[in-house]
């Protein structure tokens, strides 16, 4: 065997157990730096050879996307659906040990970076013990409209979910509406069971209008309409979480 051959030989045995030795599956808390700001989410991954699969964990829903990993290189894509259009989210980055950087494209709405690293084993304990102490205390709020909602979108390619915190004093209305991509603040009216709220989505564009209205029905929102400038309307409920 020449010495050119033997070094190449060698220098692969010792590539080869260190590009084995990257396993991404497991549960990452990954932070989105957006167009709508600081954002964090639960990201599940599975990786099979340079395969990957996973759920993409935000208020919205999950979302389960496929990608690849090859060498230090990650990438992977989901879609979300509105207004009968895909917005396309295609997720690139790097791998260091136990953290994941990298940038985020949100279709035609920009990009912003990420990081991640692996979510801690007490997690799910402080997952737990916070929705245990939010369930004791929410009978004491039920006679209000505060609180999270799960808000549900009708789009023409299904449901598109979301999460609104609600405050309201006096009949003034103001909040946030959560999704993968951030959180949006609004404003708002509610004039005996009539709901109004308002809100300007950023954009590279420049903002785009938004102004909901629905009932509330004790715990439920319902005839919920979301005019979207210059995209029409769609209908919307939304449910209280108890």
Do not use: C, H, Y
Request: hydrophobic share 40%.
């Amino acid at each position: 065997m020449s010495r050119a051959v033997f070094a190449v030989l060698f220098a692969t045995l010792l590539v080869a157990p260190a590009a084995a030795q990257i396993n991404l599956t497991g549960d990452w808390d990954m932070t989105i730096e957006s167009p709508q700001g600081t954002n964090t989410v639960k990201v599940t991954l599975t990786q099979d050879g340079e395969k990957v699969s996973g759920l993409f964990k935000s208020e919205m829903g999950e979302l389960p996307f496929t990608g690849t990993v090859v060498g230090v290189d990650l990438k992977f894509g989901f879609a979300i659906p509105i207004q009968g259009q895909s917005l396309d989210i295609v997720v690139t980055g790097k791998v260091d040990g136990a953290t994941l950087a990298g940038t985020m494209q949100f279709g035609g709405f920009g990009e912003g970076d990420w990081t991640a690293k692996r979510s801690p084993a007490a997690a799910a304990t402080t997952t737990a013990s916070t929705t245990t102490a939010t369930t004791t205390t929410a009978p004491a709020a039920a006679a209000s409209v505060g609180d999270k909602w799960d808000v549900m979108f009708k789009t023409q390619n299904g449901d598109l979910p979301a999460v609104a915190t609600v405050r309201i004093d006096a009949g003034k209305v103001e909040g946030t509406i959560s999704s993968a991509l951030g959180e949006a603040p609004f404003t708002g009216t509610v004039e005996g069971k009539s709901l109004k709220m308002s809100f300007n989505f950023p954009t590279p564009q420049g903002t785009l209008p938004i102004i909901m209205t629905g009932d509330i029905e004790g715990d439920t929102i319902s005839n919920g309409k979301a005019e979207i400038t210059g995209m029409g309307t769609m209908e919307w409920t939304a449910q209280k979480q108890q």
